[in-house]
Each structure stands twice: as C-alpha cells, then as structure tokens.
C-alpha cells in the first residue's frame, strides 16, 4: 500500500506540476526573458536609470520562476528515480532519504501554486506600504517601528529591493508613520492581504510598572503606478510643503530644505518623501505615491459601488486582522484564515509565509463568491 500511495502522490504533484506549468506559460516566460536581455545589453537602456532598473528587475524574477519551475520539475523526476532505486535494492536508508525529499517538493510545489492564485488586476505590480501608529501611545509608535522592519527583513529574505520613501519618529521611541516600496513583481499581489489592522498584546517596555500593554498600528498596500495608468490631479488641489529631512531624536541628514509634503485637498491623503537630497526628486516620488493612492481609493470606491449594485455588504477584511500576543502567552493568530504560529520572535523577524500564503488564497476563494 505503501507503494501505491507514493505513485499517488507523484501523480498528483505531476499534475499539479503540469497545471501550474500552463498558467504561468513557460514558452512566453522564455520569450519574455529573451527580450529583456535584449534590452538589457543596449546601452542605451541605462539612459533612463528607473526604467533600466525596472527592467533588470523584470529580468532577475522572471528567470528565478523559470529556473524554480524548472528546478521542481527536475527535483519530482530525480524522487521518482530514487524510489525505483530504493525498490530495487530494498534499501531502508534510500527509501526515507525520498519521503524527506517528496515531503519537501510537496511544500514547494504548494508554495509555487498560491503564485498562480494572483491573478488580480494590480497583482503583479511593485507594492507601496504605508504604516501608522494608530491607538497605545508609545507602545504603538514603537509597535509601527517594529512592523516596519518585520517587512523589510521579509523582503530581505527573498531577495526582494526596497526603498524607504519616508518615515517620521515618533518622540519618545518608534514612529508615527512610515512609506516604503517593495520593488519586486507581484509584491503588491504577494502583500495586498496584509493590508489592515495589526494587534500587539506584551508587557509594555516603557511602563515602570511592567502593565500588559495592548497597541495597534494600521497598514496600507497600495500597487505602484505605471505609465498606463490614468490620474487626473489637479495641481490647485495640492498643497506642497517643503522641510528638512531628519531622523531619530532630530539628527540631521540633509542641510537643506529637501523634503517635500504633498496634501490632497479634496481626499485629505497626505505623502511625503525625505530620502532623495534633491527637492524636485523627493517631490517626483511624492507624486507618484499619491498617484497609487488616489487610484487604489478609485478602485475601492468602484468595487463599493459594484457591491451595492449586487445587494452585497461592504467589504470588512481589510480591519483588524492579525494579533501578536507576546503576554501572557506567545502566539500569533490571523483572524481570517485561522493561522495560528507559536514563535512570535521568527515572524517577527521576517517569517511571514504561512500567513501570506493562506490569506492569498484566503482572499482568491473570497473572491470568487
């Protein structure tokens, strides 16, 4: 029976191997990758530096998806090899090193599967994340700084660049509120669920009698604009105000008045970037920022309006979705997908998958209700 199982399970993962082939459309992959590397040897290219770089990037993630399909697919022939060899020497050692591997590419194959899930409008754009302090004083100023290097270390361990826009501390410890981009394809796809509330519940560090703290910081996720699209914004309707750029406890990092607030009169959203030297660069960035956020809230509204026109209720999933609890026990729990991890420490250093994965196709099964 033992047997008969393992070819079940290889038949499956083959399967699913093949589905996921299809959908990601290996030959237009390797057609695309050409072309980029085309481009990418014109020296020409680099005479526009953000497109160039848009462009290695497109690069770089298509031939990583190649050579991981690819990969999978070698890794499914070799463990059925290794198991013909272990029935053929009726050898123990051999049969357990194949269920460690078949173990593991059932986990990758399961990886490679949500990516076909995000298959939104946006999804395989770059991804704006804006993080704010909301209720717990300094506990969630703190709680805000501590989300925003859960994210970057995220990023960080799948190679992911990201660009601080801005940030703005807090004065005692933590931040206020915080803007960076993740530029990688599918980032807005891969983050949008995390879009929401996130709950802190510790023994606030900052109270002199050691008093279980709870604090929240909001999080948005907006796709980063491209060319195509379409924003109307009237330059009468801004209201610009230039600062110097700072950091922590006031330590000056620029001498000029380089950073620039941009306020949206008639949606009341507020950008701003401080990480350029350039006024004009920080303003272009600045701009581009509100422009994801005006189109994101235009899409909003739309999908509002189509819900109502169907007799549906407002969409909720975008409040309170995830709690950290630190005290009296540790745990982290998703609220929607019921995810439930009991190392606060690893997720807060970047672990974030389990919950990413589940709450894709968490979000992907909504959807089609």
Request: net charge negative; proline share 2%; with cysteine.
């Amino acid at each position: 029976m033992a047997g008969i199982d393992v070819k079940d399970q290889l038949k499956e993962l083959d399967s699913t191997l093949t589905g996921i082939e299809q959908v990601l459309d290996l030959d237009a992959m390797r057609r695309d990758i050409a072309e980029l590397r085309e481009q990418s040897a014109d020296p020409a290219l680099w005479n526009d530096q953000e497109h160039a770089q848009s462009v290695t990037r497109r690069l770089s993630y298509l031939e990583s998806e190649l050579n991981r399909v690819e990969g999978l697919r070698q890794r499914l022939e070799d463990v059925a090899t290794l198991y013909e060899m272990a029935d053929e020497m009726d050898d123990d050692d051999t049969r357990r090193e194949a269920d460690d591997e078949l173990s593991g590419l059932h986990k990758s194959v399961q990886q490679l599967e949500v990516r076909t899930l995000m298959s939104g409008e946006h999804d395989a754009r770059e991804a704006l994340v804006t993080i704010n302090a909301q209720a717990g004083g300094v506990d969630a100023a703190d709680w805000a700084e501590q989300l925003q290097r859960m994210y970057l270390r995220w990023a960080e361990r799948h190679g992911y660049p990201t660009e601080v826009y801005d940030t703005s501390y807090a004065e005692e410890a933590g931040i206020k509120s915080t803007t960076f981009a993740v530029k990688a394809p599918y980032a807005y796809g891969t983050l949008r669920g995390e879009h929401g509330t996130h709950r802190l519940v510790r023994i606030s560090p900052f109270d002199s009698q050691a008093r279980r703290q709870t604090s929240f910081a909001g999080l948005d996720v907006v796709p980063v604009v491209e060319q195509s699209d379409h924003v109307d914004i009237d330059e009468s309707e801004l209201r610009i105000d230039v600062y110097r750029s700072s950091g922590p406890g006031g330590q000056g990092v620029n001498t000029t008045d380089s950073a620039v607030r941009i306020t949206h009169l008639p949606s009341g959203i507020v950008v701003s970037c401080q990480n350029e030297r350039s006024q004009l660069q920080n303003k272009a960035t600045a701009m581009g920022v509100l422009q994801a956020k005006l189109l994101e809230r235009k899409r909003q509204e739309e999908a509002e309006k189509m819900s109502a026109l169907r007799g549906e209720g407002t969409s909720s999933w975008g409040t309170q979705i995830r709690n950290y609890v630190l005290h009296p026990y540790q745990v982290v729990k998703d609220l929607r997908t019921g995810v439930e991890v009991g190392n606060p420490t690893s997720v807060l250093d970047g672990d974030l998958d389990e919950f990413i994965e589940a709450e894709i196709r968490w979000l992907r099964q909504r959807e089609a209700e």
